[in-house]
């Protein structure tokens, strides 16, 4: 990796290990990795809907089988830490969208504010049309 | 000395503890405490500073500006990527103050590190100015930029490569392949800038798994930068842009592009 110069020889540099711990060593760390870990509570409820919408389309006996496998303990407790997760993930890549997204309108910078404003506005009306879908 | 002076000179007083490494003697670094004088005024690189002139001559750091221009001191204090002669004694008290060289480089000798990796990468992101009308004549005249233009750019361009936010960042620290974050901010500066057109030379080399996408967004680099370069923003804005650069070569035709 370093490059030894020819005739001058380098003193013996120490390198210290990465612990396999370095994300507890700072809260932004630990952030950082639950956001990351997030993605697979996601997973889960991307499966998780699609299951569902199958045995919707398989009729009601199937749908009833469902809800009634849906409503056990150890589901709940994984669906209530997905929906953290998933609350967590959303908060903090709105926060992160204006750092890759440099807006510019008419000549001027979008301040960051704005996008992340932006994005909650677009998150409620998609939340207000799906409860619509819903429960109308 | 009176109870009292020593009362008085324990409260003006702060305690250093500074990673020592003999390379000829040591097999692995130890912490070595210095009391110097805590006054409101100090950097830790004045105590540092303190310390080699009056208690320890042996101790071997960088420094040269001591006002956060040159990047030469930058350390671990207190486990943060800082530079030493930005950050004060006093927001420490009543201490101890770890200082510890940058992390994620070798260690040469007690807070001096190996940068050369660094030194290696930086040229492959071609940072300077290319031109695709082969060698301009410098006496032809200026490129002129309006505001704007220069403002694309201009945050970018304050990297005094001081070497902090590869100390924060915890990629490098595990794939030491990785670009880094001070190099591709500076790939950015240029491609930013509107005399540049080199743009899709640096993507040819920035494309690769350790360079743009080496980058998980963990954003210490931003947090620790001294001068509010943002390298989290310049490596997401690239990643956006050669991502459209990636669908537009599937989607257009040649001339399009």
Not at chain 1, 55 to 79: H, K, L
Not at chain 2, 33 to 48: A, C, E, F, M
Not at chain 2, 249 to 255: D, E, F, K, T, Y
Request: net charge neutral.
């Amino acid at each position: 990796m370093s490059v030894q110069t020819p005739g001058r020889s380098r003193p013996r540099a120490y390198r210290r290990p990465v612990s396999v711990w370095w994300w507890l060593r700072k809260p932004t760390y630990l952030l950082f990795v639950l956001r990351e870990l997030s993605s697979i509570f996601i997973a889960w409820l991307v499966a998780f809907l699609v299951i569902m919408v199958f045995s919707v389309g398989r009729g009601a006996d199937s749908y009833r089988g469902f809800m009634d496998w849906a409503g056990q303990a150890w589901v709940v407790v994984i669906n209530v830490l997905a929906f953290a997760f998933a609350a967590l993930h959303t908060v903090t890549w709105f926060l992160l969208t204006p750092k890759a997204m440099a807006l510019r309108v008419r000549g001027r910078a979008v301040p960051a504010r704005a996008v992340v404003t932006g994005e909650y506005v677009v998150l409620a009306i998609v939340t207000v049309l799906v409860l619509w879908l819903v429960l109308r | 000395m009176t109870l009292e002076a020593a009362a008085r000179a324990a409260e003006e007083s702060i305690t250093l503890e500074v990673t020592r490494y003999e390379p000829d003697g040591d097999t692995e670094p130890h912490t070595q405490s210095y009391v110097v004088p805590l006054r409101k005024d100090w950097t830790v690189l004045d105590g540092l500073n303190y310390v080699k002139d009056s208690l320890d001559p042996s101790l071997s750091y960088r420094w040269s500006c001591r006002m956060g221009v040159c990047g030469s001191c930058g350390m671990n204090v207190g486990g943060r990527p800082s530079l030493s002669c930005g950050t004060f004694l006093s927001d420490f008290a009543p201490g101890p103050v770890r200082v510890e060289p940058l992390s994620n480089f070798p260690v040469i000798r007690d807070l001096v590190v190996d940068i050369t990796d660094f030194l290696d990468k930086l040229p492959t992101v071609k940072p300077w100015i290319i031109r695709d009308d082969g060698d301009v004549d410098v006496h032809a005249g200026e490129f002129l930029q309006t505001p704007a233009e220069l403002d694309a750019y201009s945050q970018f361009s304050s990297c005094i490569n001081c070497m902090l936010c590869y100390s924060a960042c915890p990629v490098y620290g595990l794939d030491p392949d990785f670009t880094g974050p001070a190099a591709i901010a500076l790939a950015e500066r240029y491609n930013l800038d509107s005399r540049d057109q080199g743009a899709r030379e640096r993507l040819d080399v920035l494309i690769e798994r350790e360079g743009l996408w080496g980058c998980t967004f963990v954003g210490e680099c931003t947090r620790v930068c001294p001068k509010h370069v943002d390298p989290a923003s310049a490596i997401q804005r690239y990643k956006l842009k050669a991502a459209q650069e990636s669908v537009r070569a599937v989607l257009l035709p040649r001339g399009g592009r």
